[in-house]
């Protein structure tokens, strides 16, 4: 038998109500000492369940929703109630969650919203009674013309908290949708994809819309039907002379825009959703915006045409247009870093330069660096990606590294040979301990992200360099691959047999092209200590990552000095605290 242990909740609502009982499992006074022992001595954090009944007024009711959200009140998980009206959420962690019922197609009950619920460190039990639901809420989901949205996804929020009220509810195949709830002032979100719908002509890969029909009232049974703000664009694809052009792909990379009178919107035709048919024929649901960029990718076996991007195309209403795919300039040549050396298998994206929209599907220079791409006539900029699992002979590679936006206004009006630039450069040089002995097995780890705003457009810069990426040869040798900086941080880390050897940090670490510099790795100074709570528990099994504030090793360069000649050289200081300068012998 389980008795409440913590409270019993109430939740008014206007004309329904629903109650929530959070329970424990009966303890007697000796097995709850022992948890209480376990509970407060242990250091390991357990994983318990939650799990209850959903109950339509005095019976259990069988195929409502639950689903549990985190504190933010995001989904993470759904189940439906069995047969008698349970249900089980597993391997939860202690913490905040809410929890939200929604009943089954038809039921008279009404759905509640998300109510919190506390998880502690046992086992817990959350029953919701459901009264039935006062209205009636119902319609279509629609787009301008009046097409179903068959299968669109369909979520009710309060109108004024934001609240999602229930779960999601799936529109029939005419679109139509129904729900109880109580009375109150609504607003809607709707999901629909291509994957939702057969018979809807030019579905997008997907599509989201909120916040839809603001300030819906319900106090009676109410109608209200969606508007998705879809229209079909239809037409021909054509090559420059007016030839239909058959298996043409269409796609609209992820965009999102805000319309003050119809809320926040995000379309993306994506691979495979619109493609020409043999007669050059295509269809493609958009919604109303006045700013998209087109993106028309060739069949494989017309090589004579390139990726063509049509830039502040316009959607008003249904309209027939005709689009036309560019002749191809082939832009070629080699991936290289900044001496010049070939880097293999880099992933490389091209962006539309004034609209910002990717261009086309990733392409990779080869295992000898070169690649090669049909273009239409434009101005473009590029991303390169490359990671040492595909990368073959480049000495010191990261675990990866990417650059964008590089080769910025880049004009194609021909074909052109451009090689692309990824602004690596070669640090290498020896670990070695105090007495200048190499240190066999050091590794470096480097974790750096570059924004440079000396340049116009600015470009972004970032890789790593993490455990097994960089490591010192038998005789203490290493090679790192590394973007011009002047503000590196490079931790060196000691192999496991040299336990006399401690991590050591050089911060401010410059480096403005090709160039050799030692590590010395500090001797060993043992931090230990233990990880515990606010009470003074002990906690085990935690991840501890040390950040160095007050060591800085800075590199000097000085120039035009005289051969036989003593210098004497002063450095100054000031700690993090503020005290200082002090001054070096």
Request: proline share 4%; aromatic share 12%; glycine share 8%.
């Amino acid at each position: 038998m389980n008795k409440p242990l913590f409270a019993v909740f109430v939740y008014p609502y206007t004309s329904w109500a629903v109650y929530g009982v959070v329970t424990m499992t009966t303890l007697n006074p000796l097995r709850l000492f022992i948890f209480l022992v376990v509970f407060f001595c242990s250091s390991q954090v357990f994983a318990v369940n939650l799990s209850g009944t959903i109950y339509g007024g005095p019976s259990a009711l069988e195929g409502a929703t639950v689903t549990i959200m985190d504190e933010n009140k995001t989904a993470l998980e759904s189940k439906v109630t069995d047969v008698n009206g349970e249900y089980i959420f597993q391997f939860l962690d202690a913490g905040t969650y809410f929890v939200a019922v929604s009943t089954p197609s038809g039921s008279i009950y009404g759905m509640s919203s998300p109510e919190q619920v506390l998880v502690g460190a046992v086992d817990g039990e959350y029953n919701v009674v459901l009264v039935v639901a006062a209205y009636s809420l119902s319609g279509y989901v629609v787009d301008v013309a009046g097409n179903p949205l068959e299968g669109a996804d369909v979520y009710i929020y309060d109108q004024s908290t934001n609240d999602q009220v229930g779960n999601i509810i799936q529109a029939d195949v005419n679109g139509y949708y129904e729900v109880g709830i109580s009375a109150g002032e609504y607003k809607f979100k709707i999901e629909f994809d291509r994957y939702d719908s057969s018979s809807y002509i030019g579905a997008p890969g997907f599509l989201w819309s909120y916040y839809l029909s603001p300030n819906t009232v319900v106090a009676d049974d109410a109608v209200q039907n969606i508007t998705v703000a879809l229209v079909l664009i239809s037409g021909q694809i054509i090559d420059s002379a007016g030839t239909p052009v058959a298996g043409v792909e269409i796609q609209v990379e992820e965009y999102s825009f805000y319309n003050g009178s119809t809320g926040y919107h995000t379309i993306i035709h994506n691979s495979g959703s619109i493609i020409a048919d043999e007669n050059g024929n295509y269809a493609m649901a958009m919604l109303i915006h006045n700013d998209y960029t087109l993106i028309l990718i060739p069949p494989t076996d017309r090589q004579d045409l390139g990726l063509t991007a049509i830039s502040n195309f316009s959607v008003t209403a249904d309209a027939n247009v005709n689009l036309t795919i560019e002749n191809a300039n082939i832009l070629s040549g080699y991936t290289r870093d900044l001496s010049g050396n070939i880097i293999d298998s880099v992933t490389i994206w091209i962006y539309d330069q004034a609209s910002g929209e990717r261009i086309g599907a990733a392409i990779n220079s080869d295992e000898t660096g070169f690649y090669s791409i049909g273009l239409s006539a434009g101005e473009y900029k590029f991303y390169l990606y490359l990671n040492r699992y595909s990368v073959g002979n480049y000495p010191g590679i990261p675990d990866y590294a990417q650059s964008y936006y590089i080769h910025p206004n880049t004009i194609i009006s021909n074909d052109i040979s451009m090689d692309l630039i990824v602004p690596l450069v070669s640090l290498s040089g020896r670990i070695i301990d105090g007495a200048g002995n190499p240190v066999i097995g050091a590794e470096l780890y480097i974790e750096e992200y570059i924004s440079n705003t000396a340049v116009t457009p600015n470009e972004y810069h970032s890789f790593i360099h993490r455990q097994g990426s960089v490591v010192s040869d038998e005789n203490g040798n290493y090679t790192a691959a590394l973007f011009v900086y002047d503000d590196y941080t490079i931790s060196v880390i000691p192999p496991a047999d040299r336990p006399d050897l401690g991590v050591t940090v050089y911060n401010a670490f410059a480096i403005s092209g090709s160039m050799s510099s030692d590590f010395v790795l500090d001797n060993v100074s043992v931090l230990s200590g233990y990880v515990q709570d606010l009470e003074g528990n002990p906690i085990d099994d935690v991840y501890l990552r040390l950040h160095d504030q007050l060591i800085t090793h800075h590199s000097v360069r000085l120039t035009n000095l005289s051969t036989s000649t003593v210098y004497y050289i002063t450095v100054s200081a000031t700690d993090s605290l503020g005290n200082g300068p002090t001054l070096s012998a």
